[in-house]
């Protein structure tokens, strides 16, 4: 073999070495962004497996009205008091659907669909729960429900006083087949209590809650609500200590609540003309 024929030989097997380099190169770099994604695709899915933080909202927005009204634990539906959870159900009516389409009575109040309230009676409690509709008044005597047989609606007063805690739900279980909904209960913010604070406002719960929801054909609804283990932290001073009254207006109303920051007027009560007299001191001994 000639000197040239070595040497076009030898460029050849340069060649392909140089070609099996960078394959190799290619292939080494794919193996490892492989296994690279392989990895991050276990750590997501491992975290989204114990990150329960959606369905923790879920749970939240299911219960906000319940909580808003503050119903008092019951261990069945039997047992519950009835017009808290239809009061409950109103209140998602309003909260989530079109009011706009809603009539109302000659004084302005609105008149909620039964249907509407027995539908998200089921999305709660279950789809074999039913009310017993009727016409009822809040236990201060402030308030009626009034409900209209020929119509199947309820007359919904325009406001309507409650202590307006908001829901935070801080434990998940799963219990018996049952999932126990452990709901921290956040009280209106106390801003006279706060005005020290220096911007730091509390916001744990006052008290806590559980919320007990069977399952029924692969969905959870809800049976009961009991006392929970978790108690709330003490603090020295906290906005929480005691739960403000609030009102909870009718969208597109205004707020009630700015009549309180209106100035109070005083007057007194001496006769005009009069002056109150003012303190003399000791008189001195004649």
């Not at 991050?40 to 491992?46: I, Q």
């Not at 989530?96 to 509407?116: H, R, S």
Request: aromatic residues 10%.
């Amino acid at each position: 073999m000639s000197a040239e024929s070595l040497k076009k030989e030898e460029q050849h097997r340069a060649a392909r070495r140089r070609r099996r380099v960078a394959i190799g190169v290619v292939v080494a770099f794919l193996v490892v962004f492989g296994l690279v994604s392989l990895i991050m695709t276990l750590v997501h899915g491992t975290m989204n497996l114990f990150d329960d933080t959606e369905e923790r909202k879920n749970y939240e927005e299911r219960v906000k009205t319940l909580v808003m009204l503050d119903a008092i634990p019951f261990d069945s539906l039997e047992t519950a008091d009835e017009t808290v959870l239809i009061q409950a159900c109103i209140w998602d009516v309003l909260f989530n659907e079109d009011i706009t389409k809603f009539q109302k009575d000659e004084n302005g109040a609105y008149l909620v669909p039964v249907v509407d309230i027995d539908r998200y009676a089921v999305r709660l409690f279950g789809p074999d729960f039913k009310f017993s509709h009727h016409s009822f008044t809040l236990s201060d005597g402030y308030m009626e429900f009034k409900y209209n047989e020929d119509s199947q609606t309820y007359t919904m007063p325009i406001t309507s006083m409650t202590n307006n805690y908001t829901p935070s739900v801080v434990k998940l279980q799963n219990e018996d087949g049952k999932k126990r909904v452990t709901v921290g209960y956040v009280a209106p913010m106390d801003i006279m209590t706060n005005l020290g604070s220096q911007g730091k406002v509390s916001e744990a719960p006052a008290k806590y809650y559980d919320y007990i929801f069977a399952p029924i054909d692969g969905e959870y609804y809800l049976t009961a609500i009991t006392e929970s283990e978790t108690k709330p932290e003490v603090t020295a001073s906290s906005s929480q200590d005691l739960p403000m009254a609030g009102v909870v207006g009718m969208p597109d109303e205004e707020d009630p609540a700015l009549d309180d920051q209106k100035p109070i007027e005083t007057s007194s009560s001496a006769p005009e003309g009069e002056q109150q007299p003012e303190d003399q001191g000791e008189q001195p001994a004649e």
